[in-house]
T-cell receptor, first 113, second 116 residues
Framework: GDSVTQMEGPVTLSEEACLTINCTYTATGYPSLFWYVQYPGEGLQLLLKATKADDKGSNKGFEATYRKETTSFHLEKGSVQVSDSAVYFCALKSNFGNEKLTFGTGTRLTIIP | DSGVTQTPKHLITATGQRVTLRCSPRSGDLSVYWYQQSLDQGLQFLIQYYNGEERAKGNILERFSAQQFPDLHSELNLSSLELGDSALYFC???????????????FGPGTRLTVL
Protein backbone atom coordinates (compact mmCIF):
# COMPACT_ATOMS: atom_id res chain seq x y z
CA GLY A 1 0.00 0.00 0.00
CA ASP A 2 0.88 3.68 0.00
CA SER A 3 3.40 4.91 2.55
CA VAL A 4 5.38 8.01 3.45
CA THR A 5 8.76 7.94 5.16
CA GLN A 6 9.78 11.12 6.84
CA MET A 7 12.99 12.27 8.44
CA GLU A 8 13.03 11.48 12.13
CA GLY A 9 13.06 14.39 14.51
CA PRO A 10 13.27 16.36 16.53
CA VAL A 11 15.26 18.92 14.60
CA THR A 12 16.73 21.95 16.35
CA LEU A 13 18.21 24.83 14.37
CA SER A 14 19.37 28.35 15.03
CA GLU A 15 17.46 31.24 13.53
CA GLU A 16 18.46 31.98 9.91
CA ALA A 17 19.84 28.46 9.38
CA CYS A 18 18.93 26.42 6.31
CA LEU A 19 16.33 23.72 6.68
CA THR A 20 15.79 20.44 4.87
CA ILE A 21 13.27 17.83 6.02
CA ASN A 22 13.45 14.67 3.96
CA CYS A 23 10.37 12.88 2.70
CA THR A 24 10.15 9.84 0.43
CA TYR A 25 7.07 7.95 -0.63
CA THR A 26 5.83 4.65 -2.00
CA ALA A 27 2.69 4.76 -4.10
CA THR A 28 1.12 3.38 -7.22
CA GLY A 29 1.07 5.75 -10.15
CA TYR A 30 1.33 9.48 -9.69
CA PRO A 31 0.13 10.65 -6.28
CA SER A 32 -0.35 14.24 -5.20
CA LEU A 33 2.10 15.31 -2.49
CA PHE A 34 1.62 17.69 0.41
CA TRP A 35 3.33 19.29 3.36
CA TYR A 36 1.13 20.14 6.31
CA VAL A 37 2.24 22.08 9.40
CA GLN A 38 0.88 21.78 12.92
CA TYR A 39 1.65 24.67 15.27
CA PRO A 40 1.46 24.02 19.03
CA GLY A 41 -2.11 23.45 20.15
CA GLU A 42 -3.54 23.86 16.67
CA GLY A 43 -4.83 21.75 13.81
CA LEU A 44 -3.13 20.91 10.53
CA GLN A 45 -2.58 23.65 7.99
CA LEU A 46 -1.68 23.02 4.37
CA LEU A 47 1.76 24.48 3.76
CA LEU A 48 2.29 23.54 0.10
CA LYS A 49 1.47 20.90 -2.45
CA ALA A 50 2.50 19.48 -5.82
CA THR A 51 0.32 17.36 -8.06
CA LYS A 52 2.68 16.12 -10.77
CA ALA A 53 6.32 15.27 -11.36
CA ASP A 54 8.77 18.22 -11.35
CA ASP A 55 6.14 20.56 -9.88
CA LYS A 56 7.48 22.84 -7.16
CA GLY A 57 5.20 23.86 -4.33
CA SER A 58 6.07 26.97 -2.37
CA ASN A 59 4.63 29.05 0.44
CA LYS A 60 5.97 31.31 3.21
CA GLY A 61 9.55 30.78 2.02
CA PHE A 62 9.22 26.98 2.08
CA GLU A 63 9.68 24.94 -1.09
CA ALA A 64 9.42 21.30 -2.12
CA THR A 65 9.89 19.70 -5.54
CA TYR A 66 8.07 16.55 -6.66
CA ARG A 67 10.85 14.18 -7.78
CA LYS A 68 9.41 11.06 -9.34
CA GLU A 69 12.80 9.51 -10.13
CA THR A 70 13.74 9.50 -6.45
CA THR A 71 10.15 9.35 -5.11
CA SER A 72 10.91 12.30 -2.88
CA PHE A 73 9.36 15.58 -1.79
CA HIS A 74 11.88 17.20 0.54
CA LEU A 75 10.89 20.39 2.36
CA GLU A 76 13.42 23.25 2.25
CA LYS A 77 13.73 26.76 3.56
CA GLY A 78 16.72 29.02 3.17
CA SER A 79 16.46 30.95 6.43
CA VAL A 80 14.23 29.74 9.25
CA GLN A 81 12.59 31.90 11.89
CA VAL A 82 11.52 31.19 15.45
CA SER A 83 7.91 31.32 14.23
CA ASP A 84 8.60 28.26 12.03
CA SER A 85 8.79 26.06 15.12
CA ALA A 86 6.11 23.41 14.59
CA VAL A 87 5.56 19.81 13.54
CA TYR A 88 5.75 19.19 9.80
CA PHE A 89 3.94 16.33 8.09
CA CYS A 90 4.57 15.00 4.61
CA ALA A 91 1.52 13.36 3.02
CA LEU A 92 0.34 11.84 -0.22
CA LYS A 93 -3.00 11.29 -1.89
CA SER A 94 -3.23 8.48 -4.37
CA ASN A 95 -4.83 9.27 -7.70
CA PHE A 96 -6.39 5.81 -7.80
CA GLY A 97 -9.85 6.04 -6.26
CA ASN A 98 -9.40 6.56 -2.54
CA GLU A 99 -9.07 10.24 -1.62
CA LYS A 100 -7.57 9.67 1.81
CA LEU A 101 -4.30 11.26 2.85
CA THR A 102 -1.45 9.01 3.95
CA PHE A 103 0.84 10.83 6.38
CA GLY A 104 4.42 10.47 7.49
CA THR A 105 5.22 10.37 11.19
CA GLY A 106 5.89 14.11 11.44
CA THR A 107 9.08 16.04 12.18
CA ARG A 108 9.19 18.39 15.14
CA LEU A 109 11.19 21.51 14.32
CA THR A 110 12.43 23.89 16.98
CA ILE A 111 14.16 27.14 16.05
CA ILE A 112 16.22 28.84 18.73
CA PRO A 113 16.97 32.58 18.61
CA ASP B 1 -8.81 29.71 10.02
CA SER B 2 -9.57 26.83 7.66
CA GLY B 3 -13.35 27.26 7.82
CA VAL B 4 -13.79 23.75 9.26
CA THR B 5 -15.21 23.72 12.78
CA GLN B 6 -15.14 20.93 15.33
CA THR B 7 -16.82 20.59 18.69
CA PRO B 8 -16.08 20.01 21.44
CA LYS B 9 -12.46 21.07 21.65
CA HIS B 10 -11.76 18.79 24.60
CA LEU B 11 -13.59 15.75 25.90
CA ILE B 12 -12.79 13.75 29.01
CA THR B 13 -14.70 10.58 29.68
CA ALA B 14 -14.40 7.15 31.26
CA THR B 15 -13.79 3.72 29.80
CA GLY B 16 -16.90 2.05 28.47
CA GLN B 17 -18.64 5.32 27.67
CA ARG B 18 -19.86 6.65 24.35
CA VAL B 19 -19.12 10.09 22.87
CA THR B 20 -20.05 12.03 19.75
CA LEU B 21 -17.70 14.39 17.95
CA ARG B 22 -19.12 16.95 15.57
CA CYS B 23 -17.68 18.55 12.45
CA SER B 24 -18.96 21.29 10.16
CA PRO B 25 -17.16 21.43 6.81
CA ARG B 26 -16.18 24.56 4.92
CA SER B 27 -19.09 26.24 3.25
CA GLY B 28 -19.84 24.41 0.01
CA ASP B 29 -17.56 21.41 0.64
CA LEU B 30 -19.30 18.07 0.15
CA SER B 31 -16.65 15.66 1.46
CA VAL B 32 -15.80 15.13 5.09
CA TYR B 33 -12.89 13.04 6.33
CA TRP B 34 -12.09 11.85 9.84
CA TYR B 35 -8.54 11.21 11.04
CA GLN B 36 -7.12 10.03 14.34
CA GLN B 37 -3.80 11.32 15.65
CA SER B 38 -2.25 9.27 18.44
CA LEU B 39 1.27 9.00 19.80
CA ASP B 40 1.74 5.38 18.78
CA GLN B 41 -0.17 5.29 15.47
CA GLY B 42 0.48 8.78 14.14
CA LEU B 43 -2.12 10.33 11.83
CA GLN B 44 -4.48 7.72 10.43
CA PHE B 45 -7.45 8.01 8.10
CA LEU B 46 -10.68 6.68 9.58
CA ILE B 47 -13.52 7.34 7.16
CA GLN B 48 -14.80 9.63 4.40
CA TYR B 49 -18.31 10.79 3.56
CA TYR B 50 -19.34 12.52 0.37
CA ASN B 51 -22.68 14.28 0.16
CA GLY B 52 -24.22 12.06 2.81
CA GLU B 53 -22.85 8.73 1.60
CA GLU B 54 -19.93 6.73 2.94
CA ARG B 55 -17.18 6.90 0.31
CA ALA B 56 -14.09 5.28 1.82
CA LYS B 57 -13.13 3.47 4.98
CA GLY B 58 -9.74 3.27 6.61
CA ASN B 59 -8.56 1.89 9.92
CA ILE B 60 -11.83 2.50 11.73
CA LEU B 61 -12.76 0.21 14.58
CA GLU B 62 -16.16 -1.48 14.64
CA ARG B 63 -16.89 0.43 17.88
CA PHE B 64 -16.66 3.65 15.88
CA SER B 65 -19.21 4.92 13.40
CA ALA B 66 -19.89 8.11 11.51
CA GLN B 67 -22.56 9.79 9.46
CA GLN B 68 -23.04 12.90 7.37
CA PHE B 69 -26.30 14.77 7.60
CA PRO B 70 -28.29 16.61 4.89
CA ASP B 71 -26.78 19.91 6.00
CA LEU B 72 -23.38 18.24 5.40
CA HIS B 73 -22.16 18.33 8.97
CA SER B 74 -20.74 15.05 10.20
CA GLU B 75 -20.61 13.21 13.49
CA LEU B 76 -18.15 10.57 14.64
CA ASN B 77 -19.52 8.25 17.30
CA LEU B 78 -17.10 6.38 19.53
CA SER B 79 -18.52 3.73 21.83
CA SER B 80 -17.26 1.27 24.47
CA LEU B 81 -14.31 3.56 24.88
CA GLU B 82 -10.93 2.19 25.87
CA LEU B 83 -7.84 3.92 27.22
CA GLY B 84 -6.19 3.47 23.83
CA ASP B 85 -8.86 5.58 22.14
CA SER B 86 -7.37 8.69 23.74
CA ALA B 87 -6.22 10.78 20.81
CA LEU B 88 -6.75 13.92 18.80
CA TYR B 89 -9.53 13.47 16.25
CA PHE B 90 -9.43 15.69 13.19
CA CYS B 91 -12.07 16.40 10.64
CA UNK B 92 -11.17 17.67 7.18
CA UNK B 93 -13.26 18.77 4.22
CA UNK B 94 -12.79 19.14 0.49
CA UNK B 95 -14.68 19.39 -2.81
CA UNK B 96 -16.51 22.55 -3.75
CA UNK B 97 -20.23 22.71 -4.36
CA UNK B 98 -19.55 23.06 -8.08
CA UNK B 99 -18.64 19.38 -8.09
CA UNK B 100 -15.09 20.03 -9.14
CA UNK B 101 -12.74 17.70 -7.31
CA UNK B 102 -9.76 19.18 -5.56
CA UNK B 103 -6.80 17.50 -3.97
CA UNK B 104 -6.70 19.82 -0.97
CA UNK B 105 -8.19 18.80 2.34
CA UNK B 106 -8.71 21.56 4.91
CA PHE B 107 -8.47 20.50 8.53
CA GLY B 108 -10.38 21.59 11.58
CA PRO B 109 -8.70 22.32 14.93
CA GLY B 110 -9.43 18.84 16.27
CA THR B 111 -11.14 17.33 19.30
CA ARG B 112 -8.85 16.02 22.01
CA LEU B 113 -10.39 12.94 23.60
CA THR B 114 -9.08 11.68 26.92
CA VAL B 115 -10.37 8.36 28.20
CA LEU B 116 -9.70 7.75 31.91
Amino acid sequence: GDSVTQMEGPVTLSEEACLTINCTYTATGYPSLFWYVQYPGEGLQLLLKATKADDKGSNKGFEATYRKETTSFHLEKGSVQVSDSAVYFCALKSNFGNEKLTFGTGTRLTIIP
Amino acid sequence: DSGVTQTPKHLITATGQRVTLRCSPRSGDLSVYWYQQSLDQGLQFLIQYYNGEERAKGNILERFSAQQFPDLHSELNLSSLELGDSALYFCASSVGASGLFTDTQYFGPGTRLTVL
